[in-house]
Structure formats: structure tokens, C-alpha cells
């Protein structure tokens, strides 16, 4: 597999400003802190205020990331959305992200039903846009707003989902031994995490609303099962297409769901756990959005070196999982 030379030139992340706390949704629903920290990890997550949507946190994502690559809208060709949550089911949020961007001369896209797995398909999508002479600059942004698709009544979904956006700047290099060296992608299809209604097959009604069938419904050990079985197998697939195995890998950026699940996976791989930074403890499971939150923590911070190996890794509603092996 040939390398797809591209290099990830800046990141951004938003955080709402409202702070959900575990002890504060022991008063909406019927848990504990010590339940849900000890099953989870998450200690808080944030929630976008009610007068705000997803292209709100992809626009200040957005902006973030591009300070952090020295880029103007003008520069851009490409912007792709990755989200579940988008502002409406017509018109494309990528769209009218690129409108509140002025990014008057780009292409959309949007990226949407493979749930926390869309940031790291855009982003191979970005990197396989960036083979043509025609494009050089491309903006990814994976955002998710769950708080507003998890049941209010439903302790499972309620504590885990929190809302956030994460972006990042992907230009074309010049380097043929760096960006996007190999990918594994697969998928089994499972209705476990869904949202029922609103769709073709069962159209919006009174009966639906009333049944709660616009809420995003999840097993979770059917989560716990599929996860832990394929993203470690993903990982190392991309990693040994890559031609550096597990071993070679300097950063591990995964979803970022449960803290149990990553440790698992991690275990499996025979990998450190300080290779693999968190998020999801302040922030919970952000979708779309959560391997990105773990790629800015690092890159932000300048622990990615040039020449370091790295992975970002996802699985999503579908299920549908997939692994990025790129250089730095």
C-alpha cells in the first residue's frame, strides 16, 4: 500500500460551556458517581446550550485549528463535516459551516452514519482528496452534540454522551514517507446502538415520539464485545500493512468511550497506557468528535515529533470500525 503523503497542519477543539458533573445527573437520573466512574471512567462531560448547534462548535473548531496551521479560509478546497448530530436532516451542516467560515471557493462533504467512527473515515477521505494537483488545503471536523439525542430518562445513554467538536487541518506534503501510510476498515452489521425512528422505514409520528424512538438506543455489551474484539485487531492490521507493527507506533489516539474498553484493547495490544491519552474523563464519549479530542491534546502540546508513527482508531454505530496508520 503506497503512502498517501498529507500532513495533519494544525488542530482545534470546542468544549461547551456548561459542565454536567456525575453527582449532577444523579439528580436526573437513577445512578451514583462511584457507578458510573467505576464503569466508565467519566467523571464530566459537557452539554451546548440550547440556542447553539453542531456548526457553532465546528465553526470555533475550526477557527482554532486554523490559527494553529497559519491558514485563511481563501487557502481552503475541501471542508468535511463528520457528525451524527447534524443542525438539520436538509441542508448539509458542512455547508453552512463553510458559509459562517467565508471559505467562499471550498467543496462539502458530510460524514455521517458510521456514529464515532466518521472523523476517521473524513479524515481518510481528506487525505485521499489531497492526491489531486486541484486540492491542497482540507478542513476535517468531527463534532457531535448527544446530549441532544440521548434520553432524558435513560440512565445508560444519558451518562455516557457528552458534546464537543475537534478539528484539523490536513495539507498535502511533499514527503513521500509521511502522512497516511496504510488503513484497515471493516464492518457487521448490528441494529445494537440505533436510533429507530425518523427514517424512511419508520417516518416520524405521534406513536414514535411518544414510543422515545428518536433517542439513541445502545446495548452496551454489545458495545463492549465489538469493541474490544476489533479495534485491537484493526490497530494492528493497519499497523502491519504500515510495515511497523504495534511496536512502532509512538501515539495512540482511540475513540474515546469507556475507559475500561480502551484498557482493554490497550491490554491486548501489549501497549502502554501513557501512549494512549484520555479525554473521555472530563469530557465523556463526544462521538464524531473523540479521537480528534485525544489528537489535540498532543498535538497542541507538541508531543508529536516529526517522523513519529501514530494511529487514530474508532468503532461506531453499525458496527463499522476502522484504523488510521500515519507518520508525522
Known sequence: MSALPVVIAGTGVHLPERIVTNDELTRMVRTTDEWITRRTGIRERRWLAPELAVSDMCGEATRSAMQAADVTAADVDVVIVATYTWDQPLLSTALIVKDALDAHRAMTFDVTHAACLNGVQALLLAAQLLQSAATRTVLVIAADCASRLTDPQERITRIFFGDAAGAAVVRRSTRADSGVLAWDFGSELSYKVQIKAGGSRLPTSEATVQAREHYVAMNGQAVWDAATRWLPDSITTAASTAGVGVEGVDHFFLHQANLNIIRAALEKLGVPEDRA????????????????????????????????????????????????????
Open 277 to 328: 491519552p484520555i479525554t473521555l474523563d472530563r469530557l465523556g464519549n463526544t462521538g464524531s468528535a473523540g479521537v480528534f479530542t485525544a489528537l489535540h491534546h498532543s498535538f497542541s502540546r507538541g508531543l508529536v515529533n516529526p517522523g513519529e508513527v501514530f494511529v487514530m482508531s474508532a468503532i461506531g454505530a453499525g458496527f463499522q470500525w476502522g484504523t488510521l496508520c500515519l507518520r508525522h
